[in-house]
């Protein structure tokens, strides 16, 4: 069955990293894109021998569940210099138009779960499926009390994707915590992003203080393969099932 293609039209660029972009685009064909949060399109482009290439990025846009869908996406693109990716979004003008399929995969939360606690993890743009869940977990913290620990890796307070988000976020729903794992570099006391669950080091050092329970837990992880993989194996050696441990790799394309 082939894939159907839509154009997106680029509609809005920030920088929310050194090196990562908020791209904002409408379909412009005037189409909604249904979709569940956690999920990714993918933009298609030339190489320049005229080869065909894509690209996978996760929708960074959320909306609860009952919502109706619309033609926004919106995702966060990281800068490789000398990347062929990085050069067709450099070069985008706003109201320039790219050719995109989807949405797909199934790094999402289930209907059915029944677990008392989430625990998400995740690096760079690796973030992004859980900024496009915050939606859906606020209706689940309502509706059956689950809580949630958010651990966000990065090297220094200025990597922190959607960071800010992440924390108004738990300051406005109690059973969501938000947890930024700086590696080198903690943010300067007083700062915007000095609080009291920042930690030191990686996520996967930070994860034992959360005590993963394998009756009540379930696990996503998000980001670079070799983090995903580092708490993979924590996972299964403390306990939780591999069916609760949901997985989605980030391999760095250029």
């Known amino acids: 069955m082939a894939i159907a293609h839509f154009p997106l ?12 972009a908020h791209l904002s685009f409408e379909r412009d064909d005037g189409q909604p894109l249904p979709c569940i949060p956690g999920q990714f399109i993918q933009i ?13 990025y996760s929708i960074a846009v959320g909306r609860a569940l009952d919502a109706p869908a619309d033609g926004r996406v919106d995702i966060a693109v990281s800068y490789v210099p000398g990347g062929a990716a990085t050069a067709l979004f450099e070069a985008l003008d706003i ?7 989807g949405p797909f995969g199934r790094f999402c939360l289930y209907p059915n779960d029944a677990n008392r606690r989430y625990l998400l993890i995740g690096t760079g743009t690796g973030i992004t499926p859980y900024r496009a869940m915050l939606s859906q977990l606020a209706q689940q913290m309502t509706q059956r009390g689950v809580e949630v620990a958010l651990l966000q890796g990065a090297r220094t307070p200025e990597e922190l994707l959607y960071g800010d988000e992440f924390r108004a976020f738990a300051e406005t729903h109690p059973g969501f915590r938000y947890f930024p794992c700086l590696s080198r570099e903690l943010p300067a006391e007083g700062s915007a992003h000095a609080h009291a669950d920042v930690r030191h080091g990686y996520v996967q050092n930070v994860l034992p203080e959360l005590a993963p329970d394998p009756a009540n837990d379930i696990a996503y992880l998000c980001g670079n393969p070799d983090m995903v993989d ?13 069916p609760m441990i949901r997985r989605e790799k980030y391999v760095s394309n250029k």
Do not use: Q, W
């Open 95 to 101: 109201g320039a138009t790219l050719n995109a399929s």
């Open 230 to 242: 580092a708490n993979f194996e924590a996972l299964k050696e403390i306990g939780l099932p591999v």
């Open 44 to 56: 298609h482009f030339d190489y320049a021998d005229g080869s065909a290439a894509r690209r996978s």
């Open 9 to 20: 039209k680029l509609v809005a660029r920030r920088m929310i990293a050194p090196t990562v």
